[in-house]
């Protein structure tokens, strides 16, 4: 035949090359390209002597190079590349002294590159890259004068890279990425005029960039990342004027940036994982051609708001792990194109802009492990396109927006160790696609909602723990058939596990300690199995557990007792609702009449006559609503004890929370139960205060008498010092905030009442703290008004170890025995326990003189220079207060008075200096 041209490329031939091809010796171009062709090539391609171009690439071909394609002298193009063949490349084919292209690429080819390639002297393009040679880089390659492009990546190829590469001066890529080189960068390179594509990357390079590289001002890539060379960068790199993407990450440098983004078009700069120091340089600011990047993990130190700039074509950031400090500036959020914004692991302050929300790209948000404050932006809900929140480790306040429900394509938020407060926004139940959910660590407080189980797609973990979160458990979150890790510790949740929860067969992680629960735990491996730590500290857990008391099967249920609760309440509730205008005509008459005796006229005239009343609600459907809610008041729902009767939580139906104190007497009544009780209400519907516990209503029955209040989610102040966890949470700022609360409601009672009001019975107890940590008193029940032109006699009342010490003796009471106890509450605000052993070494003529700071609570560090002057002052007031000399104490008014002004100003030397005998003496 004399065909000279065959082309049969992009066919769907198949089957092995037939042998008898090697008789067409006039061939001249043979194309088989890109078909599905198997077998190996037949040696007899070496009779084809007048063949130029051979392209075999794309197929499925197995077997070796026959060594007879040496033959083919006229070759010009050789494409075997994308194919399985095998072996060694034989020598022969440096025989193809016209050879222009030679592709091998992607194969299974091994052994060494053969030297004889040096011979190709017309060679322009050549590709071996993707196959599995050994041994070293030839420096006989380095004779190709000609050539424009050398791929050898990813092999295995060893050794040093040959200083005679220098000499190819036509070429244009150098590709050596992904093998095991060694040695350093030659000087040489510097030679290569031409280069427009460096990479080098993820070998094991040593020494410094040579600054010879300064002369490669064609280069437009440059990749060096992950290898292990160091020193600093050249300032020679600033004459890379071309440069447009240039990769550092993984190395050892370190020094200063130089100005790379000068005179350029810079679109991609990664340098993260290095050991950079100094600012980023000026230049960046005004790099508007930037599209990628990278300097995480480094120590870098800048004004964030001044290093960068506005990047209209930016698209992913990441400056995390540095030593960046300042706050964000508005202008992110005109970087319209982001995909990635990781800036965590600095020094940032501030706020977060609101404008972060224009990013409508934005895919993953890393703000954690800063310095962040106020509240996260609503417009965060705005984000559609987010997978990944990170804002974790922060001091990020408020409430959780509800619009983050419209993160319909979010998957991990962390929202942990932070300040956040309020419950947790139902909304969180629309981001369908999340698969892990981590918000502890806040001050959350309320149910978790029952939308949580809407979450199906959760898998990895739900963390809620150390929080406030309280109510029962929702069955809903059985849903979560996925999940894996599931943790609600040290949170104020009660009833019981449900019992549904044996239904999650994915769970291998749990912890419900530290809360309320009781009952049963449910009957699944992951709860049998699971270590008793993740059950301590609930008030009756039971089940066949190491640690907890097995289940009294012959008990009745929650469910039967639930029911029988119900039942009672169904009796006595007609009863109750029948005798109830002839107890309002008694309760109000008996309180009325004492109101009289006592000069204390109207204050019980403005209620509205009915013995429950609760403003703005109807008085009879709340009280069946708290029976309900209660269960008829069981204990699972008590949340303190106290000397006249326990503090209930009630969930009503329309969404409102409350405290109710119920007085329950003997048959006959018991006087003392009841004069507290009138003295409650006496006080609380005379007085408004902010930081004096509401109450909403009461109910006079003569079996069952309560008291309606405000809930405070953050619970007693006793409780919180008492908890390590939670001391922790309340900082300096915050309890200096408490001290002031609490002055200025005793304040108001002393001064601003019609007739004073003295509490008798101030404790840490007393003191209740709402999910914000604003402190109000409460408990009334011994207070007592002042009358005038009146002894004021009363028998002893109180709190052993905050009784101020006349009242043992003279057994009258006066304002300055709610100084004391003042003074007394906040020590131990600023102790954190009980300042009675420090009480009585004041008192002591050997009196120890101890310094401030060791007295303070070691669960804290030592306040800043600004906040300790608050805690001196506060400590110095509490200090006056406890005085043992009733007239030389400070009135509430002049003690609220002053802690909001503050005190004198002094330097942080001396407050390590102040002892407490010095503050004892103090003049306020």
């Not at 406030?468 to 949740?493: G, Y």
């Not at 029911?563 to 169904?570: D, E, F, I, K, S």
């Not at 102790?831 to 310094?851: A, Q, V």
Request: glycine share 8%; with cysteine.
């Amino acid at each position: 035949m004399n065909l000279d041209n065959l082309d049969l490329s992009n066919n769907t031939l198949t089957g092995s090359i037939p042998s008898t091809l090697g008789n067409l010796t006039k061939l001249t171009v043979l194309f088989l390209f890109q078909n599905q062709i198997s077998g190996s090539i037949p040696p007899q391609f070496g009779n084809l002597m007048n063949l130029n171009n051979l392209d075999l690439s794309d197929n499925i071909l197995t077997g070796s190079i026959p060594s007879t394609l040496g033959n083919l002298t006229r070759l010009t193009v050789l494409y075997l590349f994308q194919n399985h063949i095998s072996g060694s490349v034989p020598t022969e084919l440096g025989n193809l002294m016209n050879l222009n292209k030679l592709t091998l690429h992607n194969n299974s080819l091994s052994g060494s590159i053969p030297p004889a390639l040096g011979n190709l002297s017309m060679l322009t393009i050549l590709y071996l890259f993707k196959n599995q040679f050994s041994g070293t880089i030839p420096a006989e390659l380095g004779n190709l004068k000609n050539l424009v492009e050398l791929t050898l990546y990813q092999n295995n190829l060893t050794g040093w890279i040959p200083p005679a590469l220098g000499n190819l001066r036509n070429l244009t890529i150098l590709y050596l990425y992904s093998n095991q080189i060694s040695g350093s960068i030659p000087p040489q390179f510097g030679n290569l005029m031409n280069l427009e594509n460096l990479d080098l990357s993820n070998n094991t390079l040593t020494g410094s960039i040579p600054s010879t590289l300064g002369n490669l001002t064609k280069l437009t890539f440059l990749s060096l990342f992950d290898c292990q060379l160091s020193g600093s960068l050249p300032q020679e790199m600033t004459n890379m004027t071309n440069l447009s993407k240039l990769y550092l990450g993984g190395n050892n440098f370190s020094g200063y940036l130089p100005q790379l983004c000068q005179g350029r078009s810079l679109q991609v700069f990664t340098a993260f994982d290095n050991h950079f120091t100094g600012e980023i340089p000026k230049s960046f600011r005004n790099c508007t051609s930037l599209t990628r990047v990278r300097l995480n993990g480094n120590r870098l130190a800048a004004n964030i708001s001044e290093a960068f700039g506005v990047y209209p074509h930016l698209t992913f950031m990441d400056v995390s792990d540095n030593m960046l400090f300042g706050e964000l500036s508005p202008n992110w959020g005109r970087c319209q194109n982001l995909t990635m914004l990781q800036l965590s692991g600095n020094m940032i302050t501030g706020r977060i802009p609101q404008e972060i929300g224009q990013l409508t790209q934005l895919g993953v948000l890393g703000l954690f492990s800063n310095h962040l404050v106020g509240e996260i932006p609503k417009e965060f809900g705005r984000l559609t396109s987010l997978f990944n929140l990170t804002l974790n480790d922060n001091q990020l306040s408020g409430q959780l927006p509800q619009e983050i429900g419209n993160l319909s394509n979010l998957e991990v938020p962390d929202l942990s160790m932070n300040h956040l407060s309020g419950p947790i926004p139902p909304q969180l139940g629309d981001c369908s696609k999340l698969q892990y959910l981590k918000l502890s660590q806040n001050i959350l407080n309320g149910s978790i909602p029952f939308q949580i189980g809407n979450l199906v797609y959760l898998q990895g973990l739900l963390d809620l723990s150390h929080n406030s979160l309280n109510r029962e458990i929702s069955p809903q979150l059985t849903k979560l058939v996925r999940l894996e890790k599931l943790n609600l510790s040290h949170n104020m949740l009660s009833g019981s596990i449900p019992p549904s929860f044996q239904e999650m067969v994915s769970l291998q992680s749990i912890d419900f300690s530290y809360n309320a629960l009781e009952g049963p735990l449910p009957k699944s491996k992951s709860f049998q199995k699971a270590p008793a730590e993740a059950f301590i500290n609930n008030k009756g857990l039971c089940g066949e557990v190491q640690g907890l008391r097995p289940c009294n099967t012959s008990s009745i249920s929650h469910g039967d007792v639930k029911q029988g609760h119900r039942v009672v309440v169904l009796i006595i509730l007609p009863l109750l609702v029948a005798l109830f205008l002839l107890f309002a005509i008694f309760g109000i008459s008996s309180i009325y009449y004492q109101r009289r005796k006592n000069i204390e006229k109207g204050v019980l005239e403005r209620s509205t006559g009915n013995p429950f009343s609760i403003w703005n609600y109807n008085g009879n459907a709340v009280f069946e609503d708290i029976v309900e809610a209660t269960e008829g008041f069981d204990d699972k729902y008590c949340i303190g004890t106290g000397g006249y009767g326990k503090v209930y939580r009630a969930n009503l139906p329309m969404g409102q929370v409350l405290a109710v104190k119920k007085l329950c007497q003997l048959e006959g009544g018991d006087q003392s139960n009841q004069r507290s009780f009138r003295n409650e209400i006496r006080a609380l519907t005379e007085i408004r205060h902010r930081n004096i516990v509401k109450l909403y209503g009461f109910c006079s029955h003569v079996r069952c008498s309560f008291l309606v209040y405000e809930y405070m989610e953050k619970g007693s102040l006793a409780s919180i010092l008492s908890n390590d966890e939670r001391a922790a949470q309340l900082d300096w700022t915050l309890r200096v905030k408490v001290i002031k609360g609490v002055a200025h409601a005793l304040s108001y009672m002393h001064h601003d009442c019609t007739l004073p009001i003295v509490h008798r019975d101030l404790s840490s107890n007393n003191v209740l703290l709402n999910s914000e940590l604003e402190a109000s008193v409460s408990d009334f029940g011994t207070a007592r008004l002042l009358i005038p032109d009146s002894s004021n006699w009363t028998t002893l009342a109180g709190t052993y170890g905050y009784i101020a010490p006349e009242l043992a003796y003279t057994m009258r009471v006066t304002e300055k025995c709610d100084v004391y106890s003042f003074g007394v509450v906040a020590l131990e605000v600023m102790m954190g326990r009980h300042p009675g052993e420090l009480i009585s070494s004041l008192s002591s003529p050997n009196r120890d003189d101890t310094l401030l700071k060791d007295m303070l609570d070691q669960r804290l560090s030592d306040p800043t220079t600004e906040v300790a002057q608050k805690v001196v002052f506060a400590v110095s007031m509490a200090m006056a207060c406890i005085r043992p000399d009733p007239n030389s104490r400070p009135t509430m008014h002049h003690v609220a008075q002053e802690l909001s002004v503050g005190g004198p100003s002094f330097s942080l030397e001396s407050f390590h200096a102040l002892t407490l005998c010095q503050l004892f003496d103090l003049k306020v």
